[in-house]
């Protein structure tokens, strides 16, 4: 049992500790990538030879590839934690309408035996060992009532940052799609520029 309750909780840790090992994965590849466009740029500006031109650029489309692969990755962590955070909100959810329905029976018990019931049922104790475990029962009673009010409220708080967490992770999906659909196009585009060189490197060897 104490397994089963930790496995949750294990799970929504694996799957943001993969969205943020694929976050940090991805600054660390596009940081790279920068520093390899500054030296495109500056050897623009520079006397070169070709083949360095060619060396800078495919380690740029390199490097674009495992951003593209890196953003799969982290696409798959993210829809694995959406799956996370709905499962444990759909329970959170469950768990609250059957703790108000047992609430509700309990208000509507009150409500019926009325406001003098528990003050009843002590004087109508007809000895002193009936009246003492007539109080540790309703002692118990109202401890019972105000430990469901306070699940509730812990259930609702927590169905709160649950919902939360889903309107996060719905935009790191949307971003994630996004610059999926700006890396790909970027690797398109080096690779035209790779096929241009390699056409101005078959005309340099053929001089």
Do not use: C, W
Request: hydrophobic fraction near 35%; charge should be neutral; aromatic fraction near 2%.
């Amino acid at each position: 049992m104490l397994f089963a309750s930790l496995l949750p909780a294990q799970q929504t840790e694996s799957a943001e500790a993969r969205v943020n090992a694929q976050r940090d994965e991805l600054a660390r590849i596009r940081a790279e990538r920068d520093e390899l466009e500054k030296k495109m740029s500056g050897l623009q500006n520079t006397a070169h030879e070709i083949r360095d031109e060619v060396n800078l650029l495919d380690k740029q489309h390199d490097a674009t590839a495992r951003m593209v692969k890196s953003l799969d990755q982290q696409m798959i962590a993210i829809t694995d934690e959406v799956q996370t955070t709905t499962n444990d909100l759909q329970k959170s959810e469950r768990e609250a309408s059957m703790k108000r329905t047992v609430l509700q029976r309990r208000l509507i018990e009150i409500y019926k035996r009325g406001p003098l019931y528990s003050a009843e049922v002590l004087f109508s104790a007809q000895s002193v060992g009936q009246l003492v475990a007539r109080y540790k029962y309703l002692h118990l009673l109202a401890l019972r009532d105000k430990g469901l009010v306070h699940r509730l409220d812990d259930l609702h708080s927590k169905i709160e940052s649950q919902q939360i967490q889903l309107v996060r992770l719905q935009n790191s999906v949307a971003e994630n799609r996004s610059q999926k659909e700006r890396e790909a196009a970027r690797l398109a585009d080096l690779e035209k520029e790779q096929a241009k060189n390699l056409v101005r490197v078959q005309e340099d060897t053929k001089r």
